[in-house]
């Protein structure tokens, strides 16, 4: 997010907010924080506290291939690429 928060400044001179749907909400949310200029947020059926991101953390998820990451929440597996534990 912080990536493409300085790429949208480089194109337009405008207000920049954070928009993001379940899991995209909560590390919006998260951003929020850090990223600098943010003047708004918007979330659709995120989790309400951040704390759902911990289980994120390294130890966590498991390799499904070259640069990606599979995760389960809610008995449901995710598949995320190197960049979103980066970002």
Request: glycine share 14%; net charge negative.
């Given at each position: 997010l912080a990536?493409?928060?300085?790429?949208?400044?480089s194109l337009v001179d405008a207000p920049l907010f954070l928009m993001?749907?379940?899991?995209?909400?909560?590390a919006?949310?998260?951003?929020?924080?850090?990223?600098?200029?943010?003047?708004?947020?918007?979330t659709l059926?995120?989790?309400s506290a951040t704390t759902a991101l911990q289980r994120f953390q390294m130890?966590?998820?498991k390799?499904?291939?070259?640069?990606?990451?599979?995760?389960?929440v809610g008995g449901i597996a995710y598949r995320l690429r190197d960049e979103f534990f980066e970002d």
């Open positions: 990536r493409a928060a300085e790429h949208a400044r993001g749907h379940s899991l995209g909400g909560a919006s949310i998260l951003s929020a924080t850090t990223i600098e200029d943010v003047r708004g947020l918007v059926a995120a989790p130890a966590q998820r390799p499904a291939g070259e640069g990606i990451w599979q995760i389960e």
